[in-house]
């Protein structure tokens, strides 16, 4: 932690190759994500993430059978198998307020430390 | 205030450098232009909004009544480290579920 806590980092290992690490981060998102509340704006009811995968591209919910987006920010950085960072905002936020995530993988051992820092 | 706000007020690095300094003592405004090499202004914007924030408050210098210094307000960085905790425990969940779903489709026979 800085002086002043203002990021937050998670890490974990995944016994999976980067590159595969990356791909299911990446292109299966909405298979990982987690349901519910909590985690998506649809809440209980059927949402679908989608990540469009090149620089530029944006993270979103799409929710309401397809008729309703939860846009959560675009992609900033987009670097198969290592990196990628994009935007996050909170459906919460005021307009222009946005935070970061960053995450790297790493190959170690025989998988892959996935480590992903939230910055405000 | 709200922890969103909170975040957001930090995001900026001008903003984390007062939010520094003022954690050692509180500073006039003046002072902490010059320490962070910003213009007044300027930094009366930035004050502005961490006041607005609820992240600092205007109080008198002890060694000069007529002064005004600014300090930080306590209660808003205990429920930072509230929301930052569970923005971690947010993103571990959402880890360990991509864990479960990588090994699950993607794991080397042993």
Redesign the interface.
Known sequence: MT????Q?A????????PS??FE??TA?ID????RGP??RVAGTQPGVLHLEPRLGGRLFEEYREGTAVHEVGTITAWEPPVHLAFEWR?I???PG???SVDVRFTASG?GTR?T?V??? | M?L??T??A??DPTR?GV??LL?RQPRRAGDLADELGMSRPAMSRHLKVLRQTGLIEPASDEADMRARVYRLKPEPFSA??DW?DE??L??????????????R????SP
């Open positions: 002086a002043v806590a203002d937050v998670v890490t974990v290992f995944v016994d999976v190759a595969d690490a299911v981060f299966e298979q990982w994500w987690r909590r985690y909170s919460t936020f005021v307020e946005t935070t025989s996935v992903l939230h910055r405000g | 709200t969103d706000g975040f957001s930090l995001a984390r939010i520094d954690r930072l480290r930052l923005v971690e947010f993103w571990s969940g959402q880890l360990a579920s991509f864990k479960a779903h990588a090994e489709t993607r794991k080397r």
